[in-house]
């Protein structure tokens, strides 16, 4: 592993600290982009296809044509993870709206590509998740764009409720928290996730389309009220897999531990997080 | 004039060629950060109190302390400007998130200054305009940050529907264009902007304060039908101060032309902004 890991601006390997955009990229000028990120294990990309679909849907529905076709811009992630040889990482590729003489007009996009370790986390050390509720409605939560401000402005308010994360309402119906998709466990044991103006994470996806056989599932919309009332409840998101949530404002979810259902999607999760790591098919 | 301008990025002035971030800002990797933007003619700001108030109180709500208090700031700025030397410009500051070692969590920020020549609106070059109204509420309205995702976004919609900008409504009550305010006047003379859910433009604020001698004003929503049946509409912002409105959609404003009380406010605004010129007191 490189002391100093390498990153990719437009194509070009870099270290970190070299790495920059002019000032009038659309990204600091009017927050215009979108990302996608991934985890590596052992330099196993873990559900590379459905990040880059992603991705690619992100791009083409904010008009950035970023100028690398799939095949090209899986050599240079490979050889970015080749390069920076780290055994467990997170891999961020984002799309910026590119130079725009005016600060204004979309331009050829800049494409950022970035590597760092990664934690794992397990148990031991992750406790469960304290949540507090904030009314708002992301623009475009389909798409995953950069716009992070209202995550970001939140995070002292996070602290002062003593919480762990903010989970977004629109009304009183759950959305999801900044960085992760949220479930809930009924009492008759079906596992609920909303289905309305949230982003669709991949871990939320793989959920869905594996482990049907483990409980009832649907996504339908969920009140604030329903979810204090769960009996479990967890969020997913690509780095952290899934992370009990035990609290909800001044409620606590359950028994205010972790559920057995959620212990066993998490067991099945990793399970299959591996078998990627086995199966994966190196690009070169 | 210098052939290349120079900006400012923390204090140090450069060329804009030069001029750079590290993508690891929380501009461009959570499009966080707030500005503020002015003009000057001849070398003299135009509402460079008001402009500056502002931006503090951007920076101060989305807890950005960029280090330089008004004295220093005011004192790069007229450097810059003494340096530039520009005729007209539009003057923009803005301040990003800063450095984030985890990507996500505020560090010390980034304060840039730019300056570009502004081609100053007049009749001869500003033919009036028509806007398509959109469904859609900036998040944290009153604070001038850098989100324009849904404004860049919304090019190529603008430009499908003929139009030259876009009006934002929530439910049916208009609130502004990305870039301006919105004022109509009524059938009975009165000027009427919107009160809630938008940025309070320094034009704006300008003619609130002082234009009540050239009619009734009042600050209150507006439905987009209200609109549609006005005898005049015009936006406002500091780089065009008045633009008039001639078409909402599919329908044409009064007669279709700019109105009599557009242009007396224009004539007004104008005398306003010259008396600003040759009152200004400089720096140094």
New interface residues.
Partial sequence: MLNRPR?I?NGEIME??N???????????????VFDFFKTINGSPIFLEDHLDRLYRSAEN??LDFGFDRHSLKAILFELISINDMPQSGV?I?V??GYAAD????DKPNL?I?QQPLVLYNDANTPPLKVVSYE?QR??PHIK?????????L??FIKQNKADDVLYHNNRLITECPRSNFFIVTNDGVLVTPVSNVLYGITRTQILRHFKHLCAIEERNISLEEVCHAKEAFVTNSSKNILPVIKVDEHFIGNGETGPLTLKIKKELLELIASETSNAVFFR
Same sequence: chains 1, 2.
Avoid: F
């Avoid at 764009?145 to 402005?153: G, N, P, R, V």
């Fill in positions: 990153v601006v970190a600290a790495a920059s955009l002019l000032i009038s990229d659309l990204a600091i000028q009017r927050g215009y982009g904010m008009h961020k984002t910026t709206g600060g204004y007009t979309l950022l970035t708002h623009q475009m764009t950069i716009d992070y401000l209202m995550a970001i402005w995070q002292p």
